[in-house]
């Protein structure tokens, strides 16, 4: 490898660095907010939910952001990228990031999983209610009120 081949990977590194450190703090952020999500379903704080929901979004369209960051370190230089991928730091900061990345999986699962039994629920509640409600027209369909005829009794 040339002294230039060194520099470029060497100025790669810092680059790729600089970048996986912003997006692990970005990732740990989103794992507190996938916490707090999984919290207000979990504990029915529905008043949270709808801001929630929208700040999830917008890390949504951040994900997509840092795909793009690292898509275009990528296709400047694949070869280069490729050995910079390698280096320890690097696979340090993807490593952690993979795991992080892992926990955030499980939290939206698990809100998944907590919204999914609360719509059972939900259902299950209304098919009652409307239980009720058909039991409610059956007695009083069958009490009718005495019938008046000339104002008398």
């Known amino acids: 490898m040339t ?7 060497k100025q790669l590194e810092r680059e790729l660095v600089f970048v996986l450190k912003e997006e692990y703090s970005f990732y740990q952020s989103l794992y507190i907010k996938l916490d707090q999500q999984r919290d207000a379903v979990k504990y029915n704080k529905d008043e949270d939910l709808l801001d929630l929901f929208a700040e999830i979004e917008r890390y949504y369209t951040r994900i997509n952001n840092s795909d793009e960051k690292i898509k ?4 400047r230089n694949p070869e280069l990228f490729r050995m910079a991928l390698a280096l320890p730091e690097v696979k340090k900061i993807v490593s952690s990031m993979t795991a992080l990345v892992k926990k955030n999986l499980t939290l939206v699962q698990e809100s998944e999983q907590y919204l999914k039994e609360k719509y059972e629920r939900i259902r299950s509640e209304l098919g009652e209610l409307q239980n009720s409600q058909k039991i409610l027209q059956y007695i009083t369909a069958a009490q009718q009120p005495p019938l008046f005829i000339d104002g008398k009794k």
């Open 3 to 9: 002294s230039i081949d060194y520099n470029a990977l």
């Open 72 to 75: 275009a370190l990528k296709e």
